[in-house]
């Protein structure tokens, strides 16, 4: 089912490419629909769900009431209430460890410099819906937004026949401590979230995946508040050597597949032998899962590359720098040194990407289309400022005070140099 490569072929360099452009159209009507937002706010909101998702609502039908959300609870499994609150609780240790501290340096003379941390006031968190449900995706983004601090998170997410709501996704949002909850979705949501309607209140920050549409709404309004990420298709690559078993590869694998016809799946191996034994064993696994065209569409543009030795393999997914990257080698932590861009590390043969999405406990929200190289997992860190703190002594600021007059004068920024002089700052030389 996966074409088998040569590391060296030039298809695979062609791989690395992943610069996915958005169609102008695309981008003119989502600009459209965030100018409407900001203009009509909760009667836009009311108009595009009637166009884009076929439901009928009146502005005070936004806002989901406290009884609905209790009602969630006798509709959904309480094996999986159970499940959500075992995430949580993995979750939140997790994050826990990633809360960062104020600190302050005193100096013998009284200067003191530091950092203030402070959580981001309010964030908003978008969830899809409609015909998905994405309880994960709650769990993943309002979880580090509370360990951070946030006072107010809101969640928005499309509505279902008759303006209905997952009630999986309910449930996980009161499990996790949501504050408000909207049902709206697409760019429209976004814009409401970024510049505030009668009924939802702007935030200053938008999290949470989403179709192109969504993609692009929070491209449109980063600036007015702060974003996460611009998410790609997902991806997995695999390193893999003679000691992997052949089903859990493939099922990996198949796994990627099955979120989207544009998701990247790629197996780098050393051995010709494992790469045969996969191919085979996906065909087998195919037979039994649902999803057939978008996992076929993910395997058409997938491959097989081997490569001559375990350095190759590494050094070409450090190249790829995947959102997810699976070790299944001898010794996987011998190689972790060496690993230098990837959203995350799945190592060994029990630890399977979809265990990291859902209860591991490190968040899923990974940099993908190769921003691996310069972006990180979405963590506490994104809910939180940090504000410099510079209290300066009188014997500091005159010995910085030649550097200062300097720099000011270079800069042609004479106010600058006098801020210094006022003060009857004099540099004994």
């Excluded at 159970?82 to 600190?103: C, G, M, N």
């Excluded at 979120?259 to 990247?264: G, I, K, L, T, Y």
Aim: aromatic share 6%.
């Amino acid at each position: 089912m996966l074409r088998v490569l040569e590391i060296n072929d030039p298809e695979v360099e062609r791989m690395l490419d992943r610069n996915f452009s958005f169609p102008e159209d695309t981008v003119r009507a989502v600009e459209s629909i965030v100018a409407r937002v900001r203009a009509e706010g909760d009667a836009a909101l009311c108009a595009l769900t009637a166009e884009f998702d076929g439901v009928r609502l009146e502005p005070d039908d936004l806002t989901v009431r406290e009884e609905e959300i209790t009602a969630a609870y006798r509709n959904v499994d309480p094996d999986f209430v159970a499940s959500v609150q075992l995430a949580r609780e993995r979750i939140l240790e997790f994050h826990t460890k990633q809360v960062p501290t104020s600190w302050r340096e005193l100096g013998p003379d009284g200067t003191t410099l530091g950092r203030l941390i402070r959580p981001v006031a309010s964030v908003g968190v978008y969830v899809p819906g409609g015909r998905a449900r994405y309880p994960s995706s709650v769990l993943m983004n309002v979880i580090p937004a509370k360990v951070a601090g946030v006072e107010r998170v809101v969640m928005t997410t499309p509505p279902g026949p008759a303006g209905s709501l997952d009630p999986h996704v309910l449930v996980a949002a009161r499990e996790t401590g949501v504050d408000e909850i909207y049902r709206v979705g697409g760019a429209q949501a976004v814009a409401a979230l970024a510049y505030g309607t009668g009924c939802i209140a702007r935030v200053d920050k938008v999290v949470g995946p989403g179709n192109i549409f969504v993609t692009l709404a929070k491209r449109a309004v980063f600036g007015v508040v702060g974003i996460d990420i611009l998410a790609g298709p997902s991806e997995v690559v695999v390193v893999a050597d003679n000691t992997a078993e052949p089903r859990y590869v493939a099922v990996d694998l198949l796994a990627q597949a099955e979120h989207d016809p544009q998701a990247r799946v790629l197996l780098i191996t050393t051995s010709r032998e494992l790469a045969t034994r996969v191919n085979e064993v996906m065909k087998e696994e195919f037979d039994l899962l649902g999803r057939p065209e978008v996992i076929s569409a993910a395997l058409a543009q997938a491959a097989v590359v081997i490569a001559p030795d375990l350095p190759a393999a590494v050094s070409h997914a450090n190249r790829f720098a995947p959102e997810h990257l699976e070790l299944m080698v001898a010794e996987p932590f011998d190689w972790l040194d060496r690993i230098k861009n990837a959203g995350a590390v799945f190592l060994g043969p029990f630890s399977p990407v979809p265990a990291g999405d859902y209860a591991a406990g490190p968040n899923h929200v990974l940099p993908t289309g190769g921003t691996a190289r310069f972006f990180s997992p979405l963590g506490v860190e994104d809910f939180i400022k940090r504000i410099n703190l510079v209290c300066l002594s009188e014997q500091t600021l005159k010995e910085l005070s030649p550097a200062v007059k300097l720099m000011a004068a270079v800069e042609g920024l004479p106010a600058h140099g006098r801020t210094v002089a006022v003060r009857g700052i004099t540099h004994d030389n």
